[in-house]
């Protein structure tokens, strides 16, 4: 699946996005569908108030782990984003993996180097090149949001962590 900005959910995507976050089988802490929306609304929230462009990238599937999407500024430089779709918000959303806290150094190192590796599900050419560019200019060097879509509200925050 490749990323790009999309369009904001409509009036009635919202509101079955409401019904189903009522709905005794789905969890308000998220699940797949709505961490997909999640992503949506973020490409769109990202690209309007950060004023960055889509990078061409081969994002995992909503059941793996990794990096949601990427972005250039203005200045070419990398952006990661992580979406999130739940009751939590800002930094305390973001989950502690087997290779550190989501966004963490270590944890876009970790993805960097499974992006540049061709037997990862994470590979792709495209993304060997961006892996290969957050590697050379150092993890700590990438800029890293969460976007956080509030369930319950549908509002939106956006929270730099570097």
């Known amino acids: 699946m490749s990323q790009c900005c999309g369009k904001v959910p409509t009036v009635n995507d919202v509101q079955d996005i409401k019904d189903s976050v009522k709905s005794p089988r789905v969890s308000p802490h998220g699940n797949s569908m709505q961490g997909d929306i999640g992503e949506q609304v973020a490409a769109e929230v990202v690209c309007e108030r950060l004023n960055v462009s889509a990078e061409f990238y081969d994002a995992p599937k909503s059941a793996q782990a990794g990096i949601d999407s990427i972005y250039r500024d203005g200045a070419g430089k990398l952006v990661l984003v992580e979406a999130k779709f739940t009751d939590r918000g800002g930094l305390g959303s973001l989950g502690m993996t087997a290779h ?19 037997s990862s599900s994470r590979y792709s050419p495209d993304n060997a090149k961006i892996g290969e560019e957050i590697l050379r200019v150092g993890p700590e060097n990438v800029a890293f949001y969460v976007v956080h879509t509030d369930p319950q509200t549908l509002e939106t925050d956006i929270t730099k962590l570097r």
């Open 100 to 118: 550190g806290r989501q966004g963490s150094v270590e944890w876009v190192r970790h993805h960097a180097e499974l992006m540049c590796d061709p």
